[in-house]
């Protein structure tokens, strides 16, 4: 009876329910405060949507094998065995329907960790197989081709060399002695090029010792998207890799939210990393860069109108980099600035994170959740909005697109890269 | 010969004919004739007025013989009952109704007295009322207390068999009272529990109020039958409201105003004693109504806690000083630990079954080591 | 069996028993969660993990049940915060401020403390009869929480409100004799207790684990929890 599929995400599950888990899940008291938190449930109303509900298979796994409870709810049939069937229609709630921002943690009257219990939620999923067609093929290509969209090492050769060329810009490649390691993401490689050639440019204005790797080349983490243990070490570990190799002091990870989280929090508890390596987001580096003195930008540069800041889940929320990116945006627009509500820790966040942007089947609940978006942006009759995350980016100019809204988008590398004196 | 009414023995003793009608005034209003159950059951319009109700069976009626036997008792009820200051009422009960045998008041003693009681227990058959102070015991065929060498059990059963009525006195005879507080070594027990074929009223209380005791004679007499009883077999007239009901500090307890200590200033100010340990609320009994003394006052009034003593195991009901919230039961610092210990092993032993499980779940997932990819591996070569 | 030989079996072995099993419980549950094993988190700080914690708790036990709407959500969820709020306030009042219950922890603990002035305490006491009440009408509105909503659930919400309304009851004293709507009061405490190991009410001691894995989460991060 026992199908092999639901048992090996059962067996993730129990394998990754430690007393952290339990505990958390023992203290939710359903109340279900959780679900005005997610911008799917506000956007589309679905109460399958509330996160408590996306943890079932986590907890149905725990209190059935752990728990007396859970044994004697499955008794009285009070309770079902997870199936295969729960598995594809969780699939679709958690994949779909579930950038994993954390917000709802913020609003928990337990302070439940919701975001990374519905990661070990995909976690079991993805062991089970029960992944997206979409992330299952993009995570693929990730892993044999070494980029979720595809690039090639050849492809990735010509398009550094295209952008030194087009932006006038010296991109060091596998340079040894180098001190920082910048990895990029291939959205901004192949859809974001002028902000790679920004970052290019203010690195070398800074007079940093910097370098690219051929070898460590994709920062994106569809592995830490699936949460797949095992390939989510794989595509850190190409990079790591290339960092000892290299001999770096730091990586600096480029505009890619999931990427950061999975290096600075994730990386150190499920694999060796290299000693002494410090990992930063270009946002918190280049802020670092402007305070040290090492660039000078012009104040007041930003004069297109209002101009406000995005707070990406994964960099300012689950990241801390909340402030540097403020400061900056500041110096540059001055009065220009203005800020969304809700912002920072409680901001609302773009929809397509978490791999959400790369599944077809998710485009209507993307589109969904933009609106609201769309509305904090006209509260404010903003006519720019800056952002560090290439996939929110991806996000922002996708649905701007698709609603037809003349709001431009930029990058925060690429707005200062504009001012620099 | 024809048996002399209450009035013609009373007339005889240079009672007036007002001082009587008096006394039938008294005797209704104590009973709340007007407002009693049974009257009210049997539909009767007291008319023309419920003291001519009294005096039309003083009348007629002749004295009642009382048989009052004690047990396993202080005689407590006895000293309360002769030494009430109402005297009219217990006078009236104990010598112008009537008494045929007391072991505490009688002048007889010894063997004379016994003989007396069998020779009233043989020519009263029937009619006499019999009142019992003090528990009957039953543990070891009630060898704990004996009268002349019979045990307290043969007395009973032979007192009670011929009687119209028995009155339980005090909280001894009505539940066991302070002999059968654990761990109850004579096995004592309520009159009610030991005779079911007789008609039983309690009248409990340490002591009985002794109002409440010749009022239920004087109910007996006057009505017929006794009043109406409540589970306990209590007369509903005493016992249809809780000391708390009636008590004169309850505005106190509605304000939240505590007595702290016996000594303290709110001891002064006559608050509320619940957090003393007062067990009103939950205590039948008319105390507040009748008081003692003569209506001078009663334990709450005087400024200590009601003990409860006209319920049932009041000595085994939690500390009398002890709020009436509070369990009587505890778990003790020692018990404590060790049902945490047992929770502990339980907890752990389950915990232990779970990582069993955790480790078989850990293998079944296979986890890669550091991969290195396939095209990877070519990149290498 | 009458009501007086059933309230002095309440006070005494039934309430003993409950107690009894509250205390395995409940000491039972915490072990079973507790050895399921921690893993240290070797991510290096951003910020202070205990400035986060302390800030977590001060949140969670004040700006939330106190001051919500300051937090953005709670414009979207009024009821579940106010009724919510006001109803573990109440709680907390009565059983903490009034008479009845000092006495009991006077003679379980041998603390004692004033009580607060019996008008405010059933003050507080309907208001958490009233906001549970709310609650139960959202729980069977709501359709996020018809989904979450199974049997223990509504057991929870059962066994809370029959100590909560039966001691309302009998603190006024209405309708009931003393001894009865006592021993009721009494039973609904016992069936609490012994409810309590066993369904999500725990919440009371996992709290402490959420709301400090979180206030450390975000003080490592650097970001208010």
Known sequence: MKSQKTESAINTYLRETGGWVASQLEACTRCGICAEACHFYQALGNPEYAPVWKLEPLRRAYEQRFTPGGKLKLALGLEKRLSDSDLERWSRIVFEACTVCNKCAHVCPMGIELGPLIHEVRAGLTAAGVVPTDLAEATEKQKTIGSPLGVTDEMWRERVDWITDEWEV?????????????????????????????????????????TVSSKGREVVNFGYFEADEGLTRLFMHRVFRAAEELAVKRIVISECGHAYDAFRWNAPNIMKVPKGVEIVHISEYIHHLWKTGRIKIKDGAFEAGTITFHDSCKIQRRGGIIKQPRELLQALAGKNFKEMTPNREQALCCGGGGGVISIKEADANRYAVFEMKVEQLREIEAQAVCMVCSNCRLQFVDSLGHFNLPVKVHGLAELVSRSLI | MKEK????????????????????????????????????????????????????????????????????????????????????????????????????????????????????????????????????????????????????????????????????????????????????????????????????????????????????????????????????????????????????????????????????????????????????????????????????????????????????????????????????????????????????????????????????????VVKPEQPVSPAEEKKED | MNWTEILSFSRGPLLHISMIIFVVGMSYRLVRVVLLGWERDRASNKGSKLKGVVINYLKGLIILPFIPWVGRTFRRNELTFIAGGLFHLSLFVVLAFGTAHILVWKSLFGLSWKPLPTPVVSFFSSVGIISLIILLVNRLTHPVLKLLTRLPVWINWVVVFLPMITGFIMARHLWFKYEVIFSLHLISVSLLLIWIPLGRISHFLFYFFSRTIHGAQAGKRAIMP
Request: hydrophobic share 40%; with cysteine; aromatic share 8%.
């Open chain 1, 170 to 210: 010296e991109i060091p490649v596998d340079k040894t002695g180098a001190e920082t390691l910048v990895v990029f993401t291939s959205i901004e490689l192949m859809k974001f090029p002028d902000n790679l050639a920004a970052v290019a440019k203010i690195l070398n204005r800074a007079g940093e010792n910097w």
């Open chain 2, 5 to 364: 009414t209450i009035y013609e023995h009373l007339r005889e003793k240079g009672l007036s004919r007002r001082d009587f009608m008096k006394l039938c005034g008294t005797i209704a209003g104590m009973l709340g004739l007007e407002f009693s159950p049974p009257v009210k059951a049997l539909g009767k319009v007291l008319n023309p007025s419920p003291e001519e109700v009294v005096a039309q069976a003083l009348k007629t009626k002749p004295r009642v013989p009382i048989i009052w036997l004690e047990f396993q008792d202080c005689a407590g009820c006895t000293e309360a009952i002769s030494r009430s200051s109402s005297p009219l009422l217990s006078r009236l009960v104990l010598e112008d109704i009537a008494i045929e045998y007391h072991e505490t008041l009688m002048a007889a003693a010894g063997f004379q007295a016994e003989k007396a009681r069998e020779e009233c227990l043989k020519r009263y058959y029937g009619k006499y009322v019999l009142v019992v102070e003090g528990s009957p015991t039953t543990a070891d065929d009630g060898i704990y207390c004996t009268v002349g060498g019979k045990s307290n059990l043969e007395i009973l059963k032979e007192s009670a068999a011929g009687a119209a009525a028995i009155i339980a006195t005090g909280n001894c005879a009505c539940f066991g009272g302070i002999p059968a507080a654990r761990p109850n070594p004579t096995g004592a027990v309520g009159v009610a529990d030991l005779i079911k074929d007789r008609p039983v009223v309690n009248i409990p209380g340490c002591p009985a109020i002794p109002e409440v005791t010749t009022g239920t004679i004087l109910h007996f007499l006057v009505m017929g039958q006794l009043p109406a009883l409540d589970s306990l077999k209590r007369p509903l007239p005493f016992y249809g409201h809780t000391v708390h009901d009636h008590c004169l500090r309850r505005p106190f307890y509605e304000a939240g105003k505590f007595v702290g200590s016996f000594d303290d200033e709110g001891a002064r100010k006559g608050y509320c004693l619940y957090k003393l340990g007062c067990k009103g609320p939950t205590t039948y009994n008319a105390c507040a109504g009748l008081k003692w003394e003569r209506g001078l006052s009663y334990p709450v009034q005087s400024g200590h806690p009601c003990l409860g003593c006209s319920e049932p195991h009041f000595w085994d009901g939690g500390g009398f000083y002890e709020g009436q919230s509070a369990p009587t039961m505890k778990l003790d610092k020692g018990s404590t630990a060790t049902l945490i210990g047992a929770g502990t092993a339980l907890g752990a032993a389950l915990a232990g079954v779970n990582a069993v499980k955790k480790t078989r779940a850990r293998k079944a």
